[in-house]
Nanobody, 124 residues
């Protein structure tokens, strides 16, 4: 088990920034690829970003490239999502997830553990 707890969500104006954090419990965090997904009301969950076990490789959905940055600190068992130039369409519940694929993945089905989510609301 890898319990995950997200934090850092909130209300921000368009053009603003937020940094989400995801704290993992346990001693095996550094073995897992980590990802961020989001789900807006009435929409399916979508991939945001992923990072491999070491932090050396990162992947982004096209609409997030250049605006979002995923990173991790294995010493702190934490993965981050720095979001900037936020738009109202970024409003969603953001979830972090851990995958047994150390490389990370675009696909939600490759992730074994999920956090409870944190709400991000971007006002226009």
């Amino acid at each position: 088990q890898v319990p995950l707890v997200e934090s850092g969500g909130g209300l921000v104006q368009a053009g603003g920034s937020l940094r989400l954090s995801c704290l993992a419990s346990g001693r095996t965090f550094s073995r897992y690829g980590m990802g961020w997904f989001r789900q807006a009301p009435g929409k399916e969950r979508e991939f945001v970003a992923a990072i491999n076990w070491s932090g050396g490789s990162t992947y982004y959905a096209d609409s997030m490239k250049g605006r979002f940055t995923i990173s991790r600190d294995n010493a702190k068992n934490t993965v981050y999502l720095q979001m900037s130039s936020l738009k109202p369409e970024d409003t969603a519940v953001y979830y972090c997830a851990a995958s047994h694929y150390g490389s990370g993945s675009y696909q939600s089905s490759d992730y074994d553990y999920w956090g409870q989510g944190t709400q991000v609301t971007v006002s226009s």
